[in-house]
């Protein structure tokens, strides 16, 4: 990845830490859009992606059933017991950082934190901004990456295309178009948060 991507990260990061500075008691207990996973959880979950180890992932398969996505949830929920303000200090700390464990991949990163900063700010009814270039980095990672969201298959029979930049994926199909923040949020299993439109 080049500068350019690791300081949209960067940014996006800050950004997701100035909101959460914002937020009262209740609303960092408050349900997110990522499925059982409160404000805070997310919010564990960005602060720990930049510091992460292999072998803390190892340690916690057990707690998850050595399932890959209950393991991300027990690390999440274990790092978002943390008082609201070390979290934030940890994402700004670690804002910068290039880094993940060797098992993960620092190509997830920036759509990480871009659908996670919306996971956070739309279930409160606030807003993080993210640029439509970032969104579509976001979307083009997704695309091609399979496994979790399996978004090659899974709208194999859609034409996709994002009204505010040049992404475009399928060439029949019912055309479901939109900003690409909102197309990252149908990809990755927000469907329900995504303000999209269908013809066709």
Not at 47 to 61: F, G, M, Q, Y
Not at 123 to 149: K, T
Request: contains cysteine.
């Amino acid at each position: 990845m080049d500068e350019d991507y690791w300081a949209a990260v960067a940014g996006m990061r800050v950004a997701l830490a100035d909101l959460l500075e914002q937020l009262t008691e209740a609303e960092w207990e408050h349900e997110s859009l990522c499925a059982g996973w409160r404000v805070r959880d997310v919010a564990g979950h960005v602060s720990l992606v930049p510091t992460i180890t292999t072998w803390e992932l190892v340690r916690a398969a057990p707690r998850g059933g050595f399932n890959p996505n209950r393991i991300n949830t027990v690390l999440a929920k274990r790092y978002g017991e943390l008082a609201p303000e070390a979290i934030v200090a940890r994402i700004r700390q670690h804002a910068q950082d290039r880094t993940t464990a060797r098992a993960l991949d620092t190509k997830n990163s920036l759509f990480d934190v871009i659908v996670h900063s919306q996971d956070v700010a739309r279930p409160l009814g606030r807003r993080v901004d993210v640029r439509p270039e970032f969104a579509s980095l976001g979307l083009d990672r997704v695309w091609e990456m399979g496994w979790p969201f399996k978004a090659r298959q899974r709208y194999a029979d859609v034409r996709l295309r994002a009204t505010d930049t040049d992404w475009a994926r399928g060439e029949s199909g019912r055309l479901v178009e939109g900003p690409a923040l909102e197309l990252l949020l149908l990809l990755t299993g927000r469907e329900r948060a995504a303000v999209l439109g269908s013809t066709g």
